[in-house]
């Protein structure tokens, strides 16, 4: 199973893209004054979409829905829906997990884009922190893995924090190579059903290119054939969100 499109839809999103283009992001580069002031996704559409996300997973799962994990944190806008969203559920066993280098998009980006470039969305960790205060959120009660993917998400460093229950994982890093290493690392981790929410399926047009996180997610999935995917209702029309469903099979 995968998510791509065969050549009619792929020529009809790029018709419809002449009318209607995405727009690019003001906040890739460029001085800003208070970066807890940005806002990329207005929080209250993403608390909005967090609540509907645990109500599906509670039909499923009940309350122990599983932990939050964010891979791309910048400044907290989106951990802090997140967190406030789950506090309203009562979600008092749900770890939250929050995963980025705190210095922008990696080498390599402008590589795989002609858009995005290194340094990109980069919120120092310390300003990430005051920014999530500020929305009434403690980061001390964010397990933060800080650091470059590829190099982060190893078995050594789960090993000493423990190893996340996949819940609800809000994918947010861009480009291909970052949320590759995201998918191969979740791969193994899915025992259970939880939402990905990828939210930069359509940006700059990088699903009809073939890349980013449509080339990622449908490779784990190809590869993956015992984990089913059905999309669900996601936030707007640059991300996509999906409830994976992994079918495990009984051990004799
Ligand atoms: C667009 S921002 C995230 C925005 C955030 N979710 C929000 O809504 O406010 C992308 C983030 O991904 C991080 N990132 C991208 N690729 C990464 C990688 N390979 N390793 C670690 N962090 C990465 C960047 O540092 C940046 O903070």
């Known amino acids: 199973m995968n998510f791509r499109y065969n050549p009619i839809k792929k020529w009809l999103i790029t018709l419809y893209r002449q009318f209607y283009p995405i727009p690019g992001s003001p906040w890739t580069k460029g001085h800003v004054d208070d970066l807890c002031q940005i806002n990329l996704v207005p929080p209250e559409t993403l608390k909005t979409f967090f609540a509907d996300c645990i109500k599906i997973l509670q039909k499923i799962k009940g309350q122990e829905i599983g932990d939050y994990l964010e891979f791309g944190v910048f400044n907290g806008s989106s951990m802090g829906s997140a967190y406030l969203t789950a506090q309203n559920f009562h979600l008092n066993t749900m770890k939250f997990f929050g995963f980025d280098s705190f210095e922008g998009l990696p080498a390599g980006t402008d590589e795989e884009h002609d858009i995005l470039q290194k340094g990109f969305y980069c919120c120092p960790f310390e300003k990430t922190k005051e920014c999530l205060q500020k929305r009434g959120v403690n980061p ?9 993917y590829q190099q982060t998400l190893n078995d050594e460093i789960f090993k000493k ?38 939210d930069d399926w359509k940006l700059y047009d990088m699903d009809i290119k073939g890349t980013g996180e449509y080339k ?35 051990e004799n």
């Open 161 to 198: 924090v423990g190893y996340p229950k996949i819940g609800l994982v809000f994918i947010d890093c861009d480009t291909y190579s970052s949320s590759k290493a995201v998918f191969d690392f979740l791969a193994p981790l899915m025992t259970e059903p939880a939402i990905f929410c990828l």
């Open 140 to 148: 001390d009660d964010v397990i933060w893995i800080k650091g470059v």
């Open 216 to 250: 990622s997610f449908n490779e784990f999935l190809e590869k993956n054939k015992h984990i089913k995917a059905k999309e669900i209702k996601s936030y707007n029309r640059k991300s996509k969100s999906f409830l994976i469903l992994p079918q495990v099979t009984p």
